[in-house]
């Protein structure tokens, strides 16, 4: 098993040379855009109360600077709602050449500004670019949702997230499964990021929604790295994957050359265009990055058969 180590103290000053893994840290993108959502767990809503400042420009700017720098990193749209304006989407599409992978975070909302066969037809035309789109469907409804028949059009790569919050009615659990099955759409149910610690992230004596997971489903195997894991599951030909990820993604750490490194795992381009190097806050020094050490990607199975 890894070994996590806590960030505490190192938010003040990092100071370190960078080290990410090959093909470099993955890119989040929020969109310069809202969404009409109030999920309870969302921590990004309160960052879109003022949109003073946003600018789609300074976002297009610096998604060129991160392929510059990493011409193999994946990117990732989230926000606020990357479809609630296709035609910003599109740009930022169209700015990431097709050596990267693209996935985008979303409601597939029902929304007045565009009608489904529009949302639709924009997955068409964009098909071989986006890698997945990541739908948010959870056991609680909190933002209206397009029919199932809709999610199941959609014409590039799905997968469906599912945020497990608080007190959970695990007895929903199968039937929200086989609600997805005539679609063939893996699910990927997550943890309550912000609860997460280094103490319980591969804790599975009490971790309660992993019990319930593995009462319900048949139990695959678990991969992880030092930031992040997944527990995997079948039911009935169908991929589950049950998410934990710390609410920090830099490890501060000793490589066997002496050199203390910053590791990043992520990047974030926020509203604004500036460039952050973990999700506290921190400015990326992109001059430094620039420079940045590469090692192979740490993630690999921990047990069990992963083969989906």
């Known amino acids: 098993m890894f070994a996590v180590h806590s960030l505490e103290g190192w938010l003040i000053n990092m100071s370190n040379p960078y080290k990410t893994r090959a093909g470099g840290a993955t890119v989040t993108v929020f969109v310069p855009y809202d969404c009409n959502n109030h999920c309870p767990f969302c921590i990004n ?39 609630a304006n296709l035609d910003a989407l599109q740009q930022m599409l ?13 409601t597939f909302p029902v929304q007045q500004r565009y009608s489904a066969e529009e949302m639709i037809a924009f997955t068409e035309k964009n098909k071989d670019k986006i890698t997945c789109m990541n739908i948010s469907r959870h056991l609680v409804k909190y933002v209206e949702e397009s029919p199932d028949e809709v999610i199941g059009r959609i014409a590039c790569r799905t997968r469906i997230n599912c945020v497990l919050y608080k007190h959970y009615p ?13 679609y063939g759409i893996p699910i990927q149910f997550r943890y309550d990021y912000t609860a997460t610690t280094p103490e319980n992230l591969y804790d599975e004596k009490d971790d309660r929604i992993l019990a319930d997971l593995r009462r319900m489903f048949t139990y695959k195997g678990l991969d992880g790295c ?21 609410p920090y993604s830099t490890i501060v750490e000793t490589g066997e050359d002496g050199v203390t490194y910053d590791i990043l795992y992520d990047i974030l381009i926020k509203q604004n265009g500036d460039i952050h190097s973990d999700w506290t806050g921190v400015m990326l020094d992109v001059e430094k990055y620039r420079h940045v050490t590469f090692e192979p990607y740490d993630l690999r199975v921990l047990n069990g058969t992963i083969d989906f």
């Open 45 to 83: 809503k309160q960052e879109y109360e003022d949109c003073t400042g946003f600018s789609l420009e300074a976002i297009l700017r610096s998604i060129r600077t991160m392929d510059e720098i990493t011409p193999a990193c994946d990117f990732v749209f989230t926000g606020g709602e990357p479809l």
């Open 94 to 106: 169209d700015a990431i050449p097709p050596t990267h992978k693209i996935y985008i975070n979303t």
């Open 170 to 182: 695990a007895d929903k659990l199968p039937a929200y499964v086989e609600r997805f099955l005539p």
């Open 226 to 246: 030092r930031m992040r894991n997944g527990f995997h599951f079948e039911y009935k030909g169908l991929h589950l994957t049950y998410h934990k990820t710390l």
